[in-house]
Each structure stands twice: as C-alpha cells, then as structure tokens.
C-alpha cells in the first residue's frame, strides 16, 4: 500500500490550464483563460474581481455543474474533467455543497422537510436538526421561507448544503442579497462550516471587505487569476466593516 503524503492530502483541488469558451466565431466568449491553481483542503477561500472575469466560470466547472473547453481539474486524485456525466453527477452528489445568492428553497416545504430533502438521499448525512441548529435556526425549524428573513433563509439554505458533510461547500455570491449586518451574520456560519466541519469553503464575491477573513484571496481579472495573497492576520467575520 502507497502511503500518500501529507501535502497530497491537503490538496483539495490541482487546476491546469483550465480553459472556458462560450459560443464560437466571432461571438466567442473566453471566459477562462488558462487558469493554474492549487487548492489546499479546509482552507476557506475568497474569489474577487471584476464582473465578467470568470469566477462564476471557475466555480462552476471545479463544483462539477459545468464543463471545461480544455485543460484539467483534479479532485483529491479524480480527474474531474475526465469523468463522465454520471460520474460528475456522483462527485457532486457526494462530495459538494452550493450556496448561491437567491436561496432555492422549496416554499411549500418547511427549513427542516428543505434540509431533509437532501439528507434522504445523502450517503453519510447529519440529522436535518442538527444542520439547522449549527446555523442558528434550530427553533425555526418548522417555519416554511416565506416566513424567514432573507438571511435566515440563507442560513437553511447552507444548512441544507451542509447537511451532507461535504468536502467542499461553493458558495456563489452568498450575501449579494443581504444587508450588512445580516451578511456578516451568514459568513460566521460559513467561518463556523469550515473550522467545525473541517470543510474547504470557497465564496465568490463582490463584497471585497470578505477578503480579510479568509485564509487565501484569489483575485480574478480577464478569465486569469491575476493575484493570490495568503492572508497572515485574518479578521473574524464580526470585524468585517463593508
Ligand atoms: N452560458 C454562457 N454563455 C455565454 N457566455 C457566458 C455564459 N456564462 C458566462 N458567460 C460569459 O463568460 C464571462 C465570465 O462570466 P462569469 O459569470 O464567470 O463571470 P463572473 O466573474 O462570475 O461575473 P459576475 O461577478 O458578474 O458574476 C462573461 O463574459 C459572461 O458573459
């Protein structure tokens, strides 16, 4: 038996020359452009830039929702560019949690029956109480969307991305909705994800205060990383002033 090393384990993902083009011709968009990076497991992880300049793009293809026009995706030792459509549906199923600006909650459905309706059919899941507990809501557990603030709905929605204890948790605009103080509020449960669960958190944003509570910063522009600073005097999500 080969014993992996310890910085082969604490890679979550190698990208290389990572390519994306939409459309052909003259209309073509190249949303990426050659995109190298490594991402080191349970680090939590913020993406800025531009509008347009592919961090959406990125997120997408690495979370297994899209696919690249060349280059490659490592997952621990899974080549995810390799796979097929079924086994990307399985990667994701197993291994992936998303979190986007509007929440996709189902508004016939109450926080806990949201939560559940991943957890039926998750391999290893957290009970759906507990989930909304580890965001705070545990005694709203009954109450269906409509009836929650928009971070409070936000909250059962990573609850529900949570629930099947991902290796990684996407998190695509999380507080674009929100106001401040309820934004904040939603980072600290994505701070409290990463260090209680140990998962890698990666959160594009527009929101460039988020940068200083995270342990790497990805700074997009024009379909290239342009930029990646290791942040050395990280600041809790409280302290965050946007
Ligand atoms: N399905 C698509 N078809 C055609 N072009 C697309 C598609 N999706 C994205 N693009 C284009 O690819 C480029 C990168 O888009 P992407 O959404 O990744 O950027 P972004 O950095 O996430 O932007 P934003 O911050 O505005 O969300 C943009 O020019 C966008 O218009």
Redesign the pocket.
């Known amino acids: 038996m080969f014993a992996m090393s310890h910085e082969e384990r604490a890679v979550a993902y190698r990208i290389k020359g990572l390519t994306k083009v ?2 052909d011709g003259p209309a073509a ?1 190249h ?1 990426l452009r050659g995109v190298d990076l490594e991402i080191p497991a349970g680090e939590l992880i913020v993406l800025l ?1 531009p ?7 990125l997120l997408n293809i690495i979370g297994g929702l899209d696919r690249a026009t060349s280059g490659q995706v490592y997952f621990r030792d899974q080549e995810l560019t390799a796979l097929s459509d079924a086994q990307l549906t399985r990667y994701r199923r197993d291994h992936v949690g998303f979190v986007f600006q509007f929440y996709n909650l189902m508004p016939g459905l109450t926080a806990h029956e949201n939560v559940e309706l991943v957890t039926e059919i998750a391999h290893d899941p957290m009970d759906p109480d507990d989930a909304l507990a580890l965001v705070g809501l545990h005694s709203r557990t009954d109450h269906f969307p409509a009836q929650l603030s928009g971070g409070e709905q936000q909250r059962v929605a990573i609850a529900r991305a949570v629930a099947k204890q991902p290796a990684v948790l996407f998190c695509d605009e999380p507080t674009g909705a929100l106001d401040s103080v309820t934004g904040r509020a939603v980072l600290k449960v994505l701070k409290d994800v990463n260090e209680r669960l140990g998962a890698t958190v990666l959160i ?1 944003t ?1 929101a460039a205060a988020t940068a200083a509570m995270a342990d790497r910063v990805i700074h ?1 522009a024009d379909g290239a990383i342009r930029e990646v600073i290791v942040n050395k005097s990280k600041i809790t999500p409280e302290e965050i002033h946007w």
Do not use: E, N, P
Request: proline share 0%.
């Open positions: 939409y459309g968009v949303a830039g509008s347009g300049s592919g961090k959406s793009t594009v527009h997009f």
